[in-house]
């Protein structure tokens, strides 16, 4: 969204930013670091920390600050009031339910896929399919199947500014790193309507993805299902899971 500079509250974009600067590769920030990470001076983001701890989002030892649990509102108004993981939801338990298997609902933020939807367990091993796959969770959108099915949605101009000047991490020996190279995979995804990656995010985990349209044929999110052992061939995913997922994909577009 695009508004008028007038309208623009410079302070709150700078207490964003570095709300946003705590990752998992940063918990934990002192001034200097913040300032680094949100692309402004040391004593504003001294200031904005000092801030944010007094309203209670952050921690502090006097010098490092991390995030407090009152960060999990904004997560849980948003999964509270949001129609899209409401209407997903029993899609996603019956799913589980039918096959074992673990389902997902994804929404594209930025260079991140966003678990927005989680099936229950119905009966699936009892330890996590993959690292990171919970509620909220946030995986690079280049080494996932779900990732790859947003990027394929998008126009082929805002896909090129999307990849421009980005750096793709390598995360297993199988992730793709090269701009040229994830081109040519989401174009594939864009033909076949769906995306399979095998041991892309995570060695031993496979994961077979598609968009969920709503009633103009916009994609709105992607579902996918999780698969761990890499015990199967794309064929056998493929013949399994993609029928059922895309009929899925059908049932709720009038819910999106």
Avoid at 32 to 44: D, H, M, N, S, V
Avoid at 123 to 128: D, E, I, N, S, T
Wanted: glycine fraction near 6%.
């Amino acid at each position: 969204m695009t508004i008028a500079k007038p309208d623009f509250i410079e302070g709150i974009a700078k207490g964003m930013a570095v709300l946003e600067s705590f990752d998992t590769e940063r918990q934990r920030l002192n001034a200097t670091l913040a300032a680094e990470r949100a692309g402004i001076t040391r004593a504003a983001a001294r200031r904005h920390l000092l801030t944010l701890a007094h309203l209670g989002y952050l921690e502090s030892d006097g010098s490092y600050f991390w995030m407090s649990p009152k960060v999990l509102r904004f997560s849980g108004s948003y999964l509270a009031s949001s129609r899209l993981p409401r209407a997903l939801q029993p899609t996603l338990n019956r799913l589980a339910a039918q096959t074992q298997e673990s389902f997902s609902a994804v929404v594209l933020d930025g260079e991140e896929a966003v678990i927005i939807a989680r099936s229950v367990s119905y009966g699936a091993p009892a330890r996590v399919l993959a690292y990171g796959l919970h509620l909220g969770a946030r995986l690079p959108a280049h080494a996932t199947s779900t990732g790859r099915v947003l990027l394929a949605a998008m126009e082929p101009a805002e896909l090129t500014r999307w990849l421009k000047g980005r750096t793709f991490h390598r995360l297993t020996p199988q992730t793709a790193t090269q701009a040229r190279l994830l081109r040519q995979r989401i174009a594939q995804v864009r033909k076949q309507d769906h995306c399979f990656a095998s041991e892309e995010h995570e060695l031993g985990v496979q994961a077979l993805a598609v968009p969920l349209r709503d009633m103009k044929g916009r994609t709105v999110a992607a579902l996918n299902v999780v698969i761990s052992g890499a015990r199967h061939t794309e064929e056998s995913v493929r013949g399994e899971l993609l029928t059922l997922l895309h009929d899925a994909a059908r049932e709720v577009r009038a819910l999106l």
